[in-house]
């Protein structure tokens, strides 16, 4: 059978809006997938091409300034697509893009080589034509031209087809039952070309069979005989030297012996211990002993997702090999993140299995073949996904309700139970605050807690403590409220009255406050954020419109609780959330303990948040007064010798004894740190610093990360560097304009001796390269935050002295934090190039070179000298 491939470059995103300027269309053979025909041209769109869109394709407006325009090619784009199903990667967007300029295509079936990557590639983080083409080995070169996609589509293809083949014959057999639930002509024809021996779709019964034994192979309770008689009168050093696959280094011995000691005392205790000091082990140890002679908990917090994950994974299942005693462990994360067969089943046979629907549901199935923690976090979302993902998880009060016939095979159920029993409670920072501020189940037991990560308290902290409100929010909680009225057959007219008068009254309340930002902010773009502190949202009429809410919300959740029927209290708490917010945020009195804060979104209107101004005092009164031993460790809690500003910060006064630990690197040899010194000053001297990064890049070409301090600047960047890196075949990874992070991370390791990391200082945050992947770090300026943040501007008013004592602290900690990740063992090299000439010009510089390792190499060098440098 014959199929079309075909791909558009485009001015932009928006069919109603941009233009196309080249198509390609190529025939194919769909059994042996060769390639019959071709077509392809520029078009000219009648309007100039963005220069972000001639950089990301390379196509200029020379190019297509004398190619016809559209309808002069309608004619034989029509008669050579006919009435063939079509093929393409993301193919609807292309589509779509034909049918707004009169290509009528009703008659067509389309394969979206995307929608079959979404369902066989689920663990892929990155599902981008390139990603995937790189995936398969399919060569692939000049991306963003529309031949080229083309026809890597079509090699694409052929290889998800295989893959789907080589599943096994159950695997295919759900996947069957699903897409024959669908009534949408695209994924029936999907279907039978997957399928295209005869084939009977099996019963419901087989379905929910199949993924309950599924699921009940993974679930194995934690069974642990604890060993205390002969463990009570033991030493932790009796305990290590058993383990002789473990060598510790005197560092590690020093910092394993506070940690057991003073665990022992119920000292709470403040660690700073380089990278590379083997600190994870150092308290998991201890913790463990801990736990097992005290019959106590001890929980594990960590700020990433990866450090939760290498501990659960990897170090405590080491120390389980060789530990003679017998101990249990659990990772927990919100309810939320993990899978629910119930509510799974629910979403899965309630309403129709539209496009989307089969997709979503087809990864899932496949996925519960694989997973072993039911995290839906192992897994990406696209588009709609995001809103099923909601739909099938545990945060429902029936998923452990005895009204759940599945509840036996819920992995949180297991969790729940195994939490009971554990020694060791591994969480993260996030989960952790949001427990401690409700006075929740995990901080009930919580008498012994080691932070790691905890550098990063106050920010995680920050942003997990605030509530907030948006209209687009409330309509889509409103919106899932009311369909489970349906669901249960309730009448929901008392509902969607008192919603809809709700939001009349916040349509109002956006109107008032858009025309208040217009006049005082007069906006420029599509977003401003800003503390609520002018007078104008504590005058009468205002406050009248805000009371008139809040008197709303709590009717509505009066109604809602009544509902005895539903499974809707984490909406209750939504909206109960939503009444907070407006009790907090116009209370004139607010500011003494929160922040409260109004952002302007072009597209979503008007939202209103607050979260707690002073996190210190928080922390102490929920977590450092009741909790009988806290360990916080990190590498990066001091500011030059001293921790003044974590205590100041973290109100430790009084409560905790601090304890500092040097590297066993040796930065002489490994890292050196080089200062241009004729650059003129960072405020004005971009154009030159962009020609020295060019030079550099092209001298180098590889292994190289770049860090800017804003999305402009690597705008800036990129627009001038790409198109001349790209005829000396150096890719230019920019975030915002290349794609995800994953997208980026992925094509950097395979790719890394062509490709260069432009990112914001975010990027060290959560990434961790491996040496032989990234050797050269160019930093572009100090990461200070932006002065004009409503959070940054509220904490400054905390001190006497905002930028010495606040803002310059924190921005050292985030490049100690991007420094000392950078070199992980004592065979890492780097080199890190600072173009930030205020470390020597001001007063203040000093403070940020302290923060480097003192035997670091330094050289302040001309760019002519730098240069030279890397050429020997």
């Known amino acids: 059978m014959e199929y079309i491939a075909l791909d558009l470059e485009t001015t932009g995103l928006d069919n109603k809006k941009d233009k196309i300027i080249e198509i390609a269309l190529v025939l194919f053979d769909s059994q042996t997938y ?15 091409i963005p220069e972000l869109n001639e950089n990301i394709t390379g196509i200029t407006n020379d190019d297509v300034k004398d190619a016809p325009v559209f309808s002069e090619l309608r004619e034989k784009i029509e008669s050579f697509i006919g009435e063939r199903p079509i093929v393409g990667h993301n193919v609807f967007f292309d589509i779509n893009f034909l049918k707004e300029n009169n290509i009528s295509l009703k008659n067509n079936r389309v394969i979206d080589t995307f929608f079959l990557s979404n369902i066989l590639l689920f663990t892929e983080n990155s599902l981008n034509l390139e990603s995937l083409c790189s995936y398969f080995w399919v060569p692939f070169e000049g991306s963003h031209r529309a031949l080229n996609d083309t026809i890597a589509s079509i090699t694409l293809f052929q290889k998800l087809i295989q893959l789907f083949h080589s599943l096994d014959e159950e695997k295919k057999e759900m996947l069957y039952f699903i897409f024959s639930q669908s009534f949408d002509s695209h994924i029936l024809h999907i279907r039978d070309f997957l399928f295209w021996w005869e084939k009977k779709a099996k019963e419901r019964e087989f379905f929910i069979k199949n993924i309950l034994d599924n699921l009940d192979k993974k679930i194995k309770p934690q069974e642990k005989e604890i060993k205390l008689s002969s463990l009570e009168s033991q030493k932790y050093s009796d305990i290590i030297e058993k383990i002789p696959t473990l060598s510790f280094r005197e560092n590690q011995q020093k910092l394993m012996e506070i940690i057991f000691e003073n665990m022992e005392k119920s000292k709470k205790t403040v660690i700073e211990a380089p990278t590379g000091s083997g600190k994870t082990i150092s308290y998991l140890f201890p913790a463990i002993f801990h736990s097992l002679k005290s019959w106590e908990k001890v929980f594990i917090s960590t700020k990433t997702k990866a450090l939760q994950d290498q501990i659960f994974y990897k170090d405590i299942q080491e120390i389980e090999k060789y530990f003679s005693y017998n101990f249990s462990y659990v990772k927990i994360k919100w309810k939320k993140n993990y899978f629910s067969v119930y509510s799974f089943l629910n979403f899965f046979f309630d309403g129709l299995m539209e496009y989307e629907k089969v997709s979503f549901s087809s990864k899932i199935v496949l996925w519960l073949y694989q997973t072993e923690y039911w995290e839906l976090d192992e897994l990406n979302f696209y588009w709609d996904e995001f809103g099923f993902v909601k739909n099938v998880n545990a945060d429902y009060i029936r998923v452990l309700s005895e009204e759940n016939p599945y509840k036996k095979y819920e992995f949180y159920y297991k969790i729940k139970e195994n939490l009971k029993e554990a020694n060791i409670v591994i969480l993260n920072h996030s989960l952790l605050f949001s427990d401690i501020v409700i006075d929740g189940e995990l901080s009930k037991t919580m008498e012994n807690l080691i932070i790691d990560e905890a550098h990063s308290i106050e920010d995680v902290a920050t942003e997990t403590l605030k509530k907030r409100f948006s209209l687009q929010w409330f309509l889509s909680v409103s919106h899932f409220v009311y369909t489970q009225h349906i669901k249960n057959n309730l009448n929901a007219e008392a509902f969607t009255k008192q919603v809809e008068i709700l939001e009349r009254d916040f349509s109002l309340f956006q109107d008032v406050c858009i025309s208040f930002i217009a006049k005082k902010y007069n906006i420029r773009g599509d977003y401003i954020y800003f503390l609520l502190q002018d007078p104008y949202f504590f005058q009468e009429d205002f406050l009248w419109i805000v009371s008139g809410i809040i008197k709303k919300i709590e009717n509505l959740i009066l109604l809602l609780k009544e509902k005895k029927e539903l499974d809707i209290a984490s909406e209750i708490g939504y909206l109960e959330d939503i009444k907070q917010v407006f009790l907090v945020c116009f209370s004139p009195d607010s ?80 890292a050196t740190l080089l200062i241009p010194d004729d650059l003129w000053s960072i405020k004005n001297n971009f154009s030159q610093i962009s020609d020295f990064l060019m030079t550099l890049i092209e001298k180098l070409s590889w292994n190289m990360l770049i860090l800017f301090t804003s999305l402009s600047a690597i705008k800036n960047f990129y627009f001038k560097a790409n198109l001349p890196l790209k005829t000396k075949w150096i890719h230019l990874l920019a975030q915002s304009i290349f794609g995800s992070k994953y997208k980026i991370l992925n094509l950097f390791q395979k790719k890394s001796d062509t490709s260069v ?54 921005a050292i900690i ?10 992980r063992t004592k065979t890492d090299t780097w080199v890190i190039i600072l173009l930030d000439d205020r470390i020597f010009s001001t007063k203040w510089g000093k403070e940020f070179f302290k923060s480097f390792p003192t035997d ?17």
């Open 814 to 823: 985030k490049l100690k934090q991007g420094f000392w990740r950078l070199i």
């Open 757 to 810: 990391i432009v990112w914001t200082d975010s990027f060290w945050e959560w990434v961790d390269l491996p040496w032989d992947d990234l050797q050269y770090l160019v930093i572009h300026k100090f990461p200070f935050l932006v002065p004009s943040d409503p959070i940054f501007e509220a904490r400054s008013r905390l001190y006497r002295d905002s930028f010495s004592e606040y803002s310059l602290p924190k």
């Open 591 to 670: 500011k003494k303990e929160f922040i409260p804060t109004m952002s302007y979104n072009e597209k979503y209107g008007v939202s209103v948040e607050y979260t707690y101004l002073n996190i210190g005092e928080f922390l102490q009164n929920r977590i450092w007064e009741r909790t009988k031993n806290v360990f916080l460790l990190s590498a990066t809690l001091k500011i030059g010798e001293n921790f003044d500003y974590i205590i100041s910060s973290l109100y430790l006064h009084n409560w905790f004894d601090f304890y500092s630990f040097k590297s066993d690197f040796d930065y002489q040899k490994q």
């Open 856 to 872: 670091i190499n330094v050289k302040q060098l001309k760019t002519k000298e730098i240069l030279e440098f890397f050429e020997k």
């Open 34 to 48: 060769a390639i019959k025909e071709s077509f392809t041209s520029f078009v000219n769109p009648l309007l100039l």
